[in-house]
Each structure stands twice: as structure tokens, then as C-alpha cells.
């Protein structure tokens, strides 16, 4: 467990190296979710706006302006944005070493750094445009500071100004990082009280100590008084938690970086409580020893009180990645522990300390395998950008994914949105429309999960297909994108696209019109999953044009393939030479689609004879999750709703026969704990419409699946079987699909499966 203190250093370098590779490894290869969208938005709003929007979060400025300053020389795109956050990691880490290695030795440094290099939370954190992996590392700049004034008692002033500076930064940066401040003053109390030391001694710490806490405050105060004055942001509801499963996931957090499927790990929760106590046996309980066992154990309970009510109205939710800026500090005491297994028994040192290692690769493998780029708003967010015009606006319905949709789209056009918890009626949605096209001739109506939670009646959408013309309409995966106006010369038949993908090809696909670019923002698909694909061209050409999609294998088969006229509202023949055109397919690859590495392949045809093909893309197929030992069972995304329950193999008749029920039974297996109560649907759609709904919805059973218990109070592993029926006289004859999925009973909206649908088809039935 230690080395000579010359092989110290080029170790330590060695596991930053590593240390630097986990974390950009797949740093772009997820979503931009709700919160990064906001440090951006933030980013770019004007300065004192920003501070303004700032007070009104839940977040102090600080990182928002590093932020603003940091975008400027290195751009907008996912990777530079969070490279700063790698970056900032991979100072915490630095500082985590030093700060072991001085009040614990060399070989504890190094065991430290080995925890932290593979730690899931270190590495989320380090992959996201939040503020996060800055709090980490100020946390620790913070320690140091403090055991340099009060561990080692070097009262020099650049210490005293030092900590001063780093914990009115951490303020700024963080909130929580009160709580920093408030252990910190504990053990200076705790000093004073039980130090054997001269009176003059214990006057000049509080004195220094007094001094210090008020040049914070003095500092903090201005923002203070401002953040209380301001109308703030209401945190988005999440269920309660209790406290015993909150501190169960904060202590497995700190330790590994696992905050889901608890139960999975129970062992290592217990082991993880445990070991942190072997210090005390190991070391005498010096102020440093003391001061980080506190910013293990104080700051979750701490962060647990302040979501109750208070007299200064900061109640946030309660998220585990509150306690990141703490893992240093429990990898530096773990390790004070492996390194006392190791010198009483070394073989078991060894071996623990490879458990714990164990444990926490898995976590992160976990981690990696879930991230993934998703096309969320990335083309439809491209194809807004390839056919507005000055005047139009953009409707967000619901507006609830904001940030996410401004990130892309950037702020181009004037923005309207209606609230995800804003419930409309018929009369509500005319004086919306009304007011929007009165001020607009055209607009974009951008719809998501098919308005659940907002408009399930579409009041809103009917009322603008009544009463305008619809100009352009794509739907992508949960998006949709429509164009109304009130112009009836508008088209989509001109676009003056300006940002695309260059398409660098070498072999040509024929005659004009030549590609001349591409958009496919996805690397990676569940199988059943549907790609979009947008291609750019420029040049006339013939009525009979078409371009053909593939998706082809390593054994050159092609395992999907879409062919489409170039232009069908608009023959290419007709293209003017000098603009650009865009043609929009959608690749559908089906559910049992063999995982691997596939190519995406673009044809050209003109009146049914190829002209040729050239690769676009590689496209990579997921199969099924991995299942590594101690993770637990794992779900496929198609079965899994809204990330936490999902639908196992269920049983249904094979056929309908009338006046014969049909009777279901249906498997729900928590994965994860949902956050909502949930109910199940059970619809039977025909092919015809059903004259009494309206729709082609002719038999419908809702029920939670488990009423004792509802699901926001699942565990994961929990296994619910539910039964249904469905009264199968008078079906016409036809054609029906028996389809299920949950929704939430509070919002009425339908949960996504992992490809972006909100039901699973149980079975397919013919009544004749």
C-alpha cells in the first residue's frame, strides 16, 4: 500500500493521466439536459440580466460568469463548454492529492487519488456545464486553507486571506458551501474549548477566526440582500424524500458515485458507512482527522434540514450531486483506512482496496453506457434554422425543455411557450393562438410528448389548423415541428440554409444536383429506434430523382433502407441553381436488428437507375445492456418508461372473440424510483374511428398497478403484476392493437419508453 517517497510523484502523474482520460471519455456523447442548458442560457444573456436570472435560481452567479467568459474564446459546442468542467475536475483532483499527502502521507495521497480517479460521481460531474466540479475543488482549497490556520497554526496573512477569498468564492459558487464554512467554525469552537493552550493563544484564533467570518459576510451580504429581494424561481416539485433513503444514497455517492438501485448494494452501503470509522483506530483524532469525518457526516443531514421551511424561503430539492464537493474528502479518509488494513494485515489491505475499486469501475462502466447522443432537439432545431424568416415565432408547447431547445436554436426568433403545469381550455387556447398570429403572420408550433401535459384535448393545435394553413410539418422522435401562417405565399420551397455539415465525398453521386452536405446528430441507436437524416443539395436536376437511404451492415447487407422522391412538393427539376435544398428522410430500423457497427449509406436514383452511393455515417447499434455482477437485472429501453419502471414479457389472449373479455396480466418492474404516481392504460385502437370518443380508441382500462402502493413509493427491484379486462361485444369488424403505457395522475402526461414512444403494443388482433 506505499511506495518510497521518489516513485511518489510519476505515479501520481501516471493516475491524473488516467484520471484526465475517464473523464472526456464520452464527454459528448450524451444530451444536453435542462440544467447545462441554463448555465449556457445564462452564459449569454447580457451581464446584468444574467446576475438578475441568477437570483432568482437556486445558484449563485460565480460559475455563470466564469462561464460567460469561458464560451467567448472556445465556442458553444457541447465539448468545449464542458471541457472547462473536466478541467476544473482535474483541479480538485490535484488539490484532493496534495491535501492527503500533506496531513496524511505519501501512500494515503496516492490510495486517495486511485479512489477518485474512477469515482462516477467525480466523473458526471466532470462531464456537465454545471458548477459542480468548481465547488469541489474550492471545497478543498477551502480544507486546506483551514487545517494550514487551525491544524498546523500558521496564522501567516496570506493564509487567513486566502481561506477568506476561497470561501466567499465557494458562497458565490455554491450555497451549500455554507455548510463548509459552518463545520469549519464548529472545530474552531471545538479548538478552543478543549485545546490545552495559552489564553492569548485562544483569543488570537477566535480574533483571527471573528475577523475571517466577517470579511465573508461583509462580501456575501450585497448578493445576500439582493437574492432575498428578488422573485425566485420555484424549484421544479419532486416527491419527499426520507431521510434514511436520502442519507443511504448519499453515503453510497460519496463512496462510489451510486445513487440508484439501492438495494443492489447493500453491502456496499453498509461497508461504506463502516469504514470511514477504522480512521479513528487508525490515527488519533487530530483536527484534521475531525474536520474531514465532518464533511462527511454533517453536510447530508444539513442539506436534509434546509429543504423545510424557512425564514429565508431556500428550500431546493434535494440531489445527490449536492454532496460532490465532499468526495475528497471521504476518499482521503477511505484511504486512511485501507492504508491501516494494510499495515495490519496486508494481503487484506490489498484486496479491499481492489473491491473497492471493483465497485466503483462497475458504477462507471454503468455510467458510460448510458450516455449516449440522443437526436432530442438537435434536427429539429436544424430544419427551424433552414426555413425561418424574419417575423416568424417560435411556439414551445410545452415550454418545459426551454433551455435544452435555446441551446440549440439559439435566440433567432421571438419565443412564446406554454407552461407544462398551465393546463389549457378551449377558450384559454383561442386567446393564445389569436394573440400570437395577430402579432405574427407565421408561426412554429413545436410540440413535445404530444402535449400530455399541457393540451391533451390539442385545443391549441385544432384551433390553428381551423383557422391558419400549415406550411411545413416533421416530426422527430417525441418533437414535433409545425409551421402555420396566414401568408399564402409562404413555402418551404426556397430554404436559405446557411449551417450544415459539409459532406467531404470522394466519389460523386451523378448528375446536378450534387450533395453538398449532411446533418446526422447521432452516433448510436437502440435498435427499433428511428434514424432522421437531413441532406443538402444544390444544382437542378430531373422529375425522376430520388435519394435512397441505407443502413448496411458489415456484411455489406443493408438491414434497412428508405427511398424517397428528392423533393415531392417540389420536383428538383424545378431547383433554382444557386440555392440550397433540403430533403428530410427518416431510417426505421427495426426492434431485432443485430447490434454492431453499421454504415449509413446515401444513393442516388433518377427515373429507377442507380447512379450511385457514397457513406455518410457509421452508425452504432446498442444491443442489450451489459449485466455486470452486483448491478442487478437490467431493463431494454424499449420496455423501460420514463427511465424508472418498465414492462416485462406479459400475458394476453392470442385472439378476440366477442363477448369473450380480454383478459391481460401485466408485469411492472421498478427499476429505479420513479419520483411520480403513476397509472397504467390499457387501450384497444381500431382501424376505423370510434364514433362515440371521437378517435379510434374503442375499449380503455386505467388503474395504478399497484393502488396499496403507489409507484413514486416503489423500490427498485420491486416486482407489481396487475390484471385487466376488456369487454370485447359490439366490436366492429376490423383490424386492433393492443397497446399499454403509464402516465402520471397529477400532469395527465404519458411516460417515454427509451426510443421516444409513449406505449408498447402487447398484440395485434383481427375481428371478423
Same mark, same amino acid.
Given at each position: 500500500?506505499?511506495? !518510497?517517497?521518489?516513485?511518489?510523484?510519476?505515479?501520481?502523474?501516471?493516475?491524473?493521466?488516467?484520471?484526465?482520460?475517464?473523464?472526456?471519455?464520452?464527454?459528448?456523447?450524451?444530451?444536453?439536459?435542462?440544467?447545462?442548458?441554463?448555465?449556457?442560457?445564462?452564459?449569454?444573456?447580457?451581464?446584468?440580466?444574467?446576475?438578475?436570472?441568477?437570483?432568482?435560481?437556486?445558484?449563485?452567479?460565480?460559475?455563470?460568469?466564469?462561464?460567460?467568459?469561458?464560451?467567448?474564446?472556445?465556442?458553444?459546442?457541447?465539448?468545449?463548454?464542458?471541457?472547462?468542467?473536466?478541467?476544473?475536475?482535474?483541479?480538485?483532483?490535484?488539490?484532493?492529492?496534495?491535501?492527503?499527502?500533506?496531513?496524511?502521507?505519501?501512500?494515503?495521497?496516492?490510495?486517495?487519488?486511485?479512489?477518485?480517479?474512477?469515482?462516477?460521481?467525480?466523473? $458526471?460531474?466532470?462531464?456537465?456545464?454545471?458548477?459542480?466540479?468548481?465547488?469541489?475543488?474550492?471545497?478543498?482549497?477551502?480544507?486546506?486553507?483551514?487545517?494550514?490556520?487551525?491544524?498546523?497554526?500558521?496564522?501567516?496573512?496570506?493564509?487567513?486571506?486566502?481561506?477568506?477569498?476561497?470561501?466567499?468564492?465557494? %458562497?458565490?459558487?455554491?450555497?451549500?458551501?455554507?455548510?463548509?464554512?459552518?463545520?469549519?467554525?464548529?472545530?474552531? #469552537?471545538?479548538?478552543?474549548?478543549?485545546?490545552?493552550?495559552?489564553?492569548?493563544?485562544?483569543?488570537?484564533?477566535?480574533?483571527?477566526?471573528?475577523?475571517?467570518? &466577517?470579511?465573508?459576510?461583509?462580501?456575501?451580504?450585497?448578493?445576500?440582500?439582493?437574492?432575498?429581494?428578488?422573485?425566485?424561481?420555484?424549484?421544479?416539485?419532486?416527491?419527499?424524500?426520507?431521510?434514511?433513503?436520502?442519507?443511504?444514497?448519499?453515503?453510497?455517492?460519496?463512496?462510489?458515485?451510486?445513487?440508484?438501485?439501492?438495494?443492489?448494494?447493500?453491502?456496499?452501503?453498509?461497508?461504506?458507512?463502516?469504514?470511514?470509522?477504522?480512521?479513528?483506530?487508525?490515527?488519533?483524532?487530530?483536527?484534521?482527522?475531525?474536520?474531514?469525518?465532518?464533511?462527511?457526516?454533517?453536510?447530508?443531514?444539513?442539506?436534509?434540514?434546509?429543504?423545510?421551511?424557512?425564514?429565508?424561503?431556500?428550500?431546493?430539492?434535494?440531489?445527490?450531486?449536492?454532496?460532490? !464537493?465532499?468526495? !475528497?474528502?471521504?476518499?482521503?479518509?477511505?484511504?486512511? +483506512?485501507?492504508?491501516?488494513?494494510?499495515?495490519?494485515?496486508?494481503p487484506v489491505g490489498i484486496a479491499a482496496t481492489i473491491v473497492w475499486l471493483a465497485i466503483a469501475s462497475i458504477?462507471?462502466?454503468?455510467?458510460?453506457?448510458?450516455?449516449?447522443?440522443?437526436?432530442?432537439?438537435?434536427?429539429?432545431?436544424?430544419?427551424?434554422?433552414?426555413?425561418?424568416?424574419?417575423?416568424?415565432?417560435?411556439?414551445?408547447?410545452?415550454?418545459?425543455?426551454?433551455?435544452?431547445?435555446?441551446?440549440?436554436?439559439?435566440?433567432?426568433?421571438?419565443?412564446?411557450?406554454?407552461?407544462?403545469?398551465?393546463?389549457?381550455?378551449? $377558450?384559454? &387556447?383561442?386567446?393564445?393562438?389569436?394573440?400570437?398570429?395577430?402579432?405574427?403572420?407565421?408561426?412554429?408550433?413545436? $410540440?413535445?410528448?404530444?402535449?400530455?401535459?399541457?393540451?391533451?384535448?390539442?385545443?391549441?393545435?385544432?384551433?390553428?389548423?381551423?383557422?391558419?394553413?400549415?406550411?411545413?410539418?416533421?416530426?422527430?422522435?417525441?418533437?414535433?415541428?409545425? %409551421?402555420?401562417?396566414?401568408?399564402?405565399?409562404?413555402?418551404? &420551397?426556397?430554404?436559405?440554409?446557411?449551417?450544415?455539415?459539409?459532406?467531404?465525398?470522394?466519389?460523386?453521386?451523378?448528375?446536378? !444536383?450534387?450533395?453538398?452536405?449532411?446533418?446526422?446528430?447521432?452516433?448510436?441507436?437502440?435498435?427499433?429506434?428511428?434514424?432522421?437524416?437531413?441532406?443538402?443539395?444544390?444544382?437542378?436536376?430531373?422529375?425522376?430523382?430520388?435519394?435512397?437511404?441505407?443502413?448496411?451492415?458489415?456484411?455489406?447487407?443493408?438491414?434497412?433502407?428508405?427511398?424517397?422522391?428528392?423533393?415531392?412538393?417540389? +420536383?428538383?427539376? %424545378?431547383?433554382?441553381?444557386?440555392?440550397?435544398?433540403?430533403?428530410?428522410?427518416?431510417?426505421?430500423?427495426?426492434?431485432?436488428?443485430?447490434?454492431?457497427?453499421?454504415?449509413?449509406?446515401?444513393?442516388?436514383?433518377?427515373?429507377?437507375?442507380?447512379?450511385?452511393?457514397?457513406?455518410?455515417?457509421?452508425?452504432?447499434?446498442? #444491443?442489450?445492456?451489459?449485466?455486470?455482477?452486483?448491478?442487478?437485472?437490467?431493463?431494454?429501453? &424499449?420496455?423501460?418508461?420514463?427511465?424508472?419502471?418498465?414492462?416485462?414479457?406479459?400475458?394476453?389472449?392470442?385472439?378476440?372473440?366477442?363477448?369473450?373479455?380480454?383478459?391481460?396480466?401485466?408485469?411492472?418492474?421498478?427499476?429505479?424510483?420513479?419520483?411520480?404516481?403513476?397509472?397504467?392504460?390499457?387501450?384497444?385502437?381500431?382501424?376505423?374511428?370510434?364514433?362515440?370518443?371521437?378517435?379510434?380508441?374503442?375499449?380503455?382500462?386505467?388503474?395504478?398497478?399497484?393502488?396499496?402502493?403507489?409507484?413514486?413509493?416503489?423500490?427498485?427491484?420491486?416486482?407489481?403484476?396487475?390484471?385487466?379486462?376488456?369487454?370485447?361485444?359490439?366490436l366492429p369488424i376490423g383490424r386492433y392493437e393492443l397497446i399499454v403505457g403509464l402516465y402520471d395522475v397529477a400532469?395527465?402526461?404519458?411516460?417515454?419508453?427509451?426510443?421516444?414512444?409513449?406505449?408498447?403494443?402487447? +398484440?395485434?388482433?383481427?375481428?371478423?
Amino acid at each position: 500500500m506505499t511506495r !518510497p517517497r521518489g516513485a511518489w510523484l510519476p505515479i501520481a502523474i501516471g493516475l491524473l493521466i488516467v484520471a484526465w482520460g475517464l473523464r472526456v471519455n464520452r464527454i459528448i456523447d450524451h444530451d444536453i439536459w435542462w440544467d447545462e442548458g441554463a448555465s449556457v442560457y445564462v452564459a449569454r444573456l447580457p451581464f446584468l440580466d444574467g446576475l438578475r436570472w441568477t437570483a432568482g435560481d437556486v445558484h449563485p452567479p460565480l460559475y455563470f460568469v466564469l462561464l460567460k467568459g469561458w464560451r467567448r474564446p472556445v465556442g458553444d459546442t457541447p465539448y468545449a463548454l464542458r471541457i472547462g468542467s473536466a478541467l476544473l475536475g482535474m483541479v480538485g483532483l490535484a488539490l484532493a492529492t496534495g491535501l492527503a499527502r500533506r496531513y496524511a502521507g505519501h501512500g494515503v495521497a496516492l490510495v486517495a487519488l486511485l479512489l477518485l480517479t474512477p469515482h462516477r460521481l467525480q466523473i $458526471e460531474m466532470a462531464q456537465e456545464v454545471r458548477m459542480y466540479t468548481l465547488g469541489i475543488a474550492l471545497t478543498t482549497l477551502s480544507v486546506w486553507l483551514f487545517l494550514r490556520l487551525v491544524a498546523d497554526g500558521d496564522w501567516r496573512i496570506r493564509w487567513w486571506v486566502g481561506n477568506a477569498a476561497v470561501s466567499l468564492a465557494g %458562497l458565490y459558487t455554491f450555497y451549500f458551501f455554507g455548510i463548509t464554512i459552518l463545520i469549519q467554525t464548529a472545530i474552531v #469552537g471545538a479548538v478552543l474549548a478543549t485545546r490545552p493552550r495559552t489564553s492569548l493563544y485562544r483569543l488570537n484564533l477566535a480574533r483571527g477566526w471573528l475577523a475571517h467570518l &466577517a470579511i465573508v459576510a461583509a462580501g456575501f451580504a450585497p448578493w445576500a440582500f439582493y437574492f432575498l429581494s428578488q422573485p425566485r424561481n420555484r424549484p421544479f416539485d419532486n416527491p419527499p424524500i426520507d431521510l434514511v433513503s436520502w442519507l443511504r444514497a448519499t453515503i453510497t455517492s460519496l463512496a462510489f458515485g451510486i445513487s440508484a438501485y439501492l438495494d443492489n448494494w447493500v453491502i456496499a452501503t453498509v461497508v461504506a458507512i463502516a469504514a470511514p470509522t477504522l480512521v479513528l483506530v487508525a490515527r488519533r483524532a487530530s483536527v484534521a482527522t475531525i474536520t474531514l469525518l465532518s464533511l462527511i457526516a454533517a453536510p447530508p443531514l444539513l442539506m436534509y434540514l434546509m429543504t423545510m421551511p424557512n425564514p429565508f424561503l431556500y428550500s431546493p430539492n434535494l440531489f445527490v450531486r449536492y454532496v460532490a !464537493p465532499y468526495t !475528497p474528502a471521504y476518499a482521503i479518509v477511505i484511504a486512511g +483506512s485501507l492504508a491501516f488494513l494494510a499495515r495490519w494485515w496486508r494481503p487484506v489491505g490489498i484486496a479491499a482496496t481492489i473491491v473497492w475499486l471493483a465497485i466503483a469501475s462497475i458504477a462507471t462502466w454503468d455510467l458510460y453506457y448510458s450516455r449516449w447522443q440522443r437526436d432530442n432537439y438537435e434536427t429539429v432545431a436544424s430544419y427551424l434554422g433552414s426555413y425561418q424568416r424574419d417575423g416568424d415565432a417560435i411556439i414551445l408547447y410545452s415550454d418545459w425543455d426551454w433551455p435544452v431547445f435555446l441551446f440549440r436554436a439559439g435566440f433567432r426568433l421571438p419565443r412564446y411557450g406554454t407552461g407544462s403545469l398551465d393546463h389549457l381550455t378551449r $377558450e384559454k &387556447a383561442l386567446r393564445l393562438a389569436e394573440g400570437w398570429m395577430d402579432r405574427h403572420d407565421s408561426v412554429w408550433l413545436l $410540440e413535445r410528448d404530444n402535449a400530455y401535459d399541457t393540451d391533451p384535448e390539442h385545443f391549441l393545435r385544432i384551433h390553428l389548423d381551423q383557422t391558419t394553413r400549415i406550411a411545413a410539418d416533421i416530426t422527430v422522435g417525441n418533437k414535433r415541428l409545425t %409551421l402555420y401562417t396566414r401568408d399564402p405565399a409562404r413555402t418551404i &420551397a426556397v430554404p436559405a440554409h446557411k449551417d450544415f455539415r459539409p459532406t467531404d465525398l470522394r466519389s460523386n453521386l451523378g448528375p446536378s !444536383p450534387a450533395l453538398v452536405g449532411h446533418d446526422l446528430w447521432v452516433r448510436e441507436v437502440d435498435a427499433g429506434q428511428t434514424v432522421h437524416i437531413a441532406t443538402f443539395w444544390r444544382g437542378t436536376g430531373a422529375p425522376g430523382d430520388e435519394s435512397i437511404l441505407s443502413l448496411v451492415g458489415a456484411n455489406g447487407r443493408a438491414y434497412a433502407r428508405d427511398t424517397l422522391a428528392m423533393r415531392p412538393d417540389w +420536383s428538383s427539376a %424545378l431547383w433554382p441553381s444557386d440555392q440550397t435544398v433540403r430533403v428530410d428522410q427518416n431510417l426505421l430500423t427495426r426492434a431485432d436488428l443485430p447490434p454492431g457497427d453499421y454504415s449509413v449509406r446515401l444513393g442516388r436514383a433518377r427515373e429507377g437507375q442507380f447512379l450511385g452511393e457514397v457513406p455518410l455515417a457509421t452508425l452504432l447499434v446498442r #444491443g442489450e445492456p451489459p449485466s455486470p455482477r452486483g448491478a442487478g437485472r437490467r431493463l431494454s429501453s &424499449a420496455t423501460l418508461f420514463g427511465g424508472a419502471i418498465g414492462l416485462e414479457p406479459s400475458v394476453v389472449p392470442d385472439t378476440i372473440t366477442r363477448g369473450v373479455p380480454l383478459d391481460i396480466r401485466l408485469t411492472w418492474v421498478a427499476e429505479q424510483a420513479s419520483g411520480r404516481r403513476l397509472k397504467t392504460f390499457v387501450q384497444l385502437i381500431g382501424s376505423i374511428e370510434n364514433a362515440a370518443t371521437g378517435n379510434r380508441v374503442w375499449r380503455q382500462v386505467d388503474a395504478e398497478p399497484f393502488p396499496a402502493l403507489p409507484t413514486n413509493r416503489w423500490l427498485p427491484g420491486e416486482v407489481h403484476v396487475m390484471s385487466s379486462s376488456l369487454e370485447t361485444e359490439r366490436l366492429p369488424i376490423g383490424r386492433y392493437e393492443l397497446i399499454v403505457g403509464l402516465y402520471d395522475v397529477a400532469t395527465g402526461r404519458r411516460e417515454q419508453t427509451g426510443d421516444g414512444v409513449d406505449r408498447v403494443v402487447l +398484440s395485434v388482433y383481427e375481428v371478423r
